[in-house]
């Protein structure tokens, strides 16, 4: 039987970056607060997590894929929130940072975790960003824990 990789929880002695965007930022410091809690909880010190802030969304792949290439970091944490209005601006942000991310992930040995919500209401990104529906910024942190340690695991064979 072969080996079978899992990540745990465990990032300690590791740096994390955490970049997200001010465009909204009554909910992105919400995600960022959520990302630095679980960090936290999961005993990665307050020294160990850098942050970028950036304008917009637009510009949080080029900001994480700067943090990347820096060589400095274990992983790399996207934080955004996108709010649907009246015009197509929404989709073509929303395609695009998704699309960003993922191509920085695909181009890094690192986990380059997209923590975005994109949201049709304010409601919806009110909830996605700590009350009723969990806070997706605390969920983009705990994902960047688990795939840390698998990448470590599966580097180490």
Not at 24 to 46: I, K, P, S, W, Y
Not at 50 to 56: A, F, H, I, K, N
Not at 78 to 92: E, V
Request: aromatic share 8%; glycine share 8%; net charge negative.
């Amino acid at each position: 039987m072969g080996k079978n990789f899992e990540g745990r929880f465990d990032a300690r002695g590791k740096q994390i970056a955490i970049v997200a965007s001010r465009f909204n930022d009554f909910f992105t410091r919400e995600l960022m607060d959520g990302a630095r809690d679980c960090l936290q909880r999961h005993d990665v010190a307050e020294k160990q997590i850098d942050t970028v802030w950036v304008p917009g969304s637009f510009e949080v792949p080029i900001a994480a894929k700067r943090m990347v290439k820096s060589g400095r970091y274990a992983a790399v944490i996207c934080l955004s929130c996108i709010i649907q209005g009246d015009t197509p601006h929404f989709h073509y942000i929303s395609s695009e940072i998704t699309k960003g991310i993922a191509q920085v992930a695909l181009d890094s040995n690192i986990p380059v975790v997209y923590g975005v919500v994109t949201a049709e209401t304010l409601d919806q990104a009110i909830e996605r960003s700590g009350t009723k529906a969990g806070n997706k910024g605390f969920d983009a942190a705990l994902t960047a824990l688990e795939m840390i340690d698998l990448f470590a695991g599966i580097d180490e064979g």
